[in-house]
């Protein structure tokens, strides 16, 4: 694991970190719906979970063909910071909904975020992961963001809501996310100056 090469090891940070934040909202989000918002009901966490989910597939596909399209990886590493921003704008928003209608346009965010950055975590991950180790370190990014991440904060988010309410949750959720996007930006520079460098011998 501890030759894995920077560019891996940053976007598992990230993944972990961005996933976590997920992770505090997930088994909370029921509950938070139907005794904080009015009217909300089951039906209305369907039609959220509905809404993030279609919103989410409908938005990577054409996001992914343009960074396929567009030459260098800055622009990958650029819609990772944006998505990864998003969510935890997402997240702080949650502070102030209080009805089904806020709840929908918030997820839609959510689901804008994810569009955005998860397209460009596979395809950096994919052109740098290392040779001979390639279903190690996808195993590694699956353990570390959805295994770990996203099952222990789950667990502290449940802890934290009952604790200090839901407020709190959504706080971390949204520290969290915007930290993922901060951690890649180290990635950025790095890759800027690596496009530079083969400007400069072509």
């Known amino acids: 694991m501890l030759t894995m090469n920077r560019v891996i090891w940053i976007l598992i940070v990230s993944s972990f970190l961005i996933n976590s ?15 904080n918002i009015a009217g909300g009901t089951l039906a209305i966490v369907g039609i959220a979970t509905a ?28 819609a990772l910071v944006v998505g990864h921003l998003l969510v935890g704008i997402a997240a702080f928003l949650y502070l102030l909904a209080k009805t089904p209608s806020h709840v929908f346009l918030i997820e839609l965010l959510f689901a804008a975020g994810a569009g955005i950055s998860v397209p460009a975590h596979y395809g950096i991950f994919t052109r740098h992961i290392d040779h001979f180790k390639e279903s190690f370190e996808w195993s590694i990014n699956s353990s570390l963001s959805l295994g770990l991440g996203t099952g222990v904060a789950g667990a502290i988010g449940g802890i934290i809501a009952n604790a200090y309410g839901f407020n709190s949750v959504f706080i971390a959720a949204g520290i969290f996310a915007i930290a993922s996007g901060i951690v890649i930006i180290p990635l950025l520079n790095h890759l800027k100056r690596q496009a530079q460098s083969q400007n400069q011998t072509k």
């Open 21 to 35: 934040g997920f992770g505090f909202i997930h088994p909370i989000f029921a509950v938070f719906v139907i005794q």
């Open 51 to 78: 809404v993030f989910w279609i919103i989410k597939a409908i938005i990577q596909i054409p996001v992914a063909r343009f960074l396929d399209k567009t030459p260098g990886e800055t622009d990958d590493a650029m």
